[in-house]
């Protein structure tokens, strides 16, 4: 899989790339990283990439021309054939205004094999880019950076972990917070107690403990040292359940419960009712 990224700053990204997941799926070659500075594709001696908007307006806005000729230097499939064919690449532009980056999307950009990322700046970036040139608009939350270089880098994070082989153990990516129903049947080897993790299923994880057992009189809950590997995965389901009422109650909407999900969130809802004032 290769990610292209267009920026102003390509020196940002020496920094959060070269570290942990993304820097080891780099060198197995999982990935490739390419950094592209706009203004090698501007023509006037000030390598101007920006400038003030038609109508006025406050700031300054990302110019068209540096970023088209960069997306042609690539040899990116044409708009209109990415949209109607099955090409295995997506141009994205970073901005405020776009859709909410999620686990889903990033689910999403792991089926391709080249993703782009224009990393917006200033006041935004020239509407044509938007219009004729990306698919998909993107924001990482509902704040405003100086720049999109931060989503970019957070992007190729969330997405490499999802690939074949970028974790020790492949069975981490399922069990994270805001995974979708990825199986909770997990298959086991004649003999095999059951297994105490469940997958996320879109809700926020469930507490996590290591030794010692007792740390300065915080005991771990017994439950998860008695070694009985259905109760573990029971009080385990019903933390992350809690967990999402209380932070997150908006994902219990768009999850699949089971019935046991059903039942536990009964008797959650039922004790919260009890110690209200």
């Known amino acids: 899989m290769k990610f292209e990224i267009l920026t102003i700053f390509p020196d940002f990204f020496r920094g959060p790339l070269d570290y942990g ?58 708009r209109e054939q990415r949209l109607s064919s099955t090409a295995n690449e997506t141009v994205v532009l970073l901005s405020p ?72 153990n492949a069975a981490s990516s399922q069990q994270e917070s805001f995974t979708a129903n990825s199986g909770d049947v997990v298959v086991r080897g004649e003999g095999e107690p059951p297994s105490s993790t469940c997958a996320s299923g879109g809700l926020l994880d469930y507490p996590h403990y290591t030794r010692p057992a ?17 109760e573990i995965r029971r009080w385990r389901r019903r933390k992350a359940l809690e967990k999402t009422l209380r932070i997150r109650p908006d994902l219990l909407r768009a999850v699949e419960l089971s019935s046991e999900d059903r039942g536990l969130l009964d008797q959650i809802e039922a004790q919260q009712e009890n110690v209200e004032p």
């Not at 400038?51 to 068209?64: I, N, Q, S, W, Y």
């Not at 704040?143 to 999802?162: K, P, Y």
């Not at 740390?215 to 008695?226: I, S």
Request: hydrophobic share 40%; aromatic share 6%; with cysteine.
């Open 214 to 230: 007792d740390f300065r009189g915080m005991a771990v809950p017994e439950v998860l040292v008695n070694g009985n590997h259905d």
């Open 97 to 168: 205004q776009g859709e909410l980056f999620t686990q889903s999307v990033a689910q999403q950009f792991v089926q391709r094999e080249r993703v782009v990322l224009i990393c917006g700046r200033y006041e935004g970036v020239d509407q044509r880019v938007s219009e004729f040139l990306a698919d998909r608009e993107i924001s990482i939350g509902d704040f405003v950076l100086s720049g999109g270089e931060l989503g970019a880098a957070l992007i190729v994070d969330a997405v490499t972990r999802l690939l074949p082989g970028a974790l020790g």
């Open 21 to 78: 997941i993304v820097r080891r799926a780099r060198e197995a070659a999982l990935i490739e990283i390419g950094i592209h500075d706009l203004r090698a594709f501007t023509h006037d001696r000030h390598r101007t990439v920006d400038d003030r908007p038609f109508g006025g307006g406050e700031g300054m806005v990302l110019k068209p021309e540096p970023i088209f000729e960069c997306l042609e230097s690539l040899a990116i499939t044409p």
